[in-house]
T-cell receptor, first 110, second 112 residues
Framework: EDQVTQSPEALRLQEGESSSLNCSYT??????LFWYRQDPGKGPEFLFT???AGEEKEKERLKATLTKKESFLHITAPKPEDSATYLC???????????FGTGTRLKVLA | ETGVTQTPRHLVMGMTNKKSLKCEQH?????MYWYKQSAKKPLELMFV???????ENNSVPSRFSPECPNSSHLFLHLHTLQPEDSALYLC???????????FGDGTRLSIL
């Protein structure tokens, strides 16, 4: 069964304290892995797509990496405005269906 | 103008009411989706429309009825809902089914 597990469930960081969020997945052939950011009262905002192991994407303080079993979202020197829930989703080969994880709630303290 | 717009943003209804949620996308996308988001649960895909044709119905109860009159508009008709249907309902769109999905800000639905 296709499955996505995100860890940790919640994370508190001091401003400037770098860390990583994990997304582990099992899927019968990966079509794509997607990272989203969701602020309270808002819909998920698209961040990155990764398609194959070894691929990396960067945007400002965020960097996403992908292996055959998991993806990491690295946050370098975070700021309070990076506080949000980060969602990971996978799309299996031959389907348009996204399987979402439950997300990591990130809080960055000033 | 924002890419995916959902109305209303909030809706309170009784179990016997009939209401509709509306989604409009201004991105020129060909696929549209309805999701349900409940606390502590992953987003659940409900329906998928690809070029106006329904291609997925993820075992959703018949009290939820989707409608896609064209590639830019998507509706979710609601009737005889249950308290457990209270959730955030999100609409998304993508250019093609293998492209990233872009979400609206959702309709917060409360069933009394």
């Amino acid at each position: 069964e296709d499955q996505v597990t995100q860890s940790p469930e919640a994370l508190r960081l001091q401003e400037g304290e770098s860390s990583s969020l994990n997304c582990s997945y099992t899927v019968s052939g990966l079509r794509g892995l997607f990272w989203y950011r969701q602020d309270p009262g808002k819909g998920p905002e698209f961040l990155f797509t990764l398609y194959s192991a070894g691929e990396e994407k960067e945007k400002e303080r965020l960097k996403a990496t992908l292996t055959k079993k998991e993806s990491f979202l690295h946050i370098t020197a975070p700021k309070p405005e990076d506080s949000a829930t980060y969602l990971c989703a996978v799309q299996a080969a031959g389907t348009y269906k996204y399987i979402f994880g439950t997300g990591t709630r990130l809080k960055v303290l000033a | 103008e924002t890419g995916v717009t959902q109305t209303p943003r909030h809706l309170v209804m009784g179990m016997t009411n009939k209401k509709s949620l509306k989604c409009e996308q201004h991105l020129g996308h060909n696929a549209m989706y309805w999701y349900k988001q409940s606390a502590k649960k992953p987003l659940e895909l409900m329906f998928v429309y690809n070029f106006k044709e329904q291609t997925e119905n993820n075992s959703v109860p018949s009290r939820f009825s989707p409608e896609c009159p064209n590639s830019s508009h998507l509706f979710l008709h609601l009737h005889t809902l249950q308290p457990e249907d209270s959730a955030l309902y999100l609409c998304a769109s993508s250019l093609y089914d293998n492209q990233p999905q872009h979400f609206g800000d959702g309709t917060r639905l409360s069933i009394l």
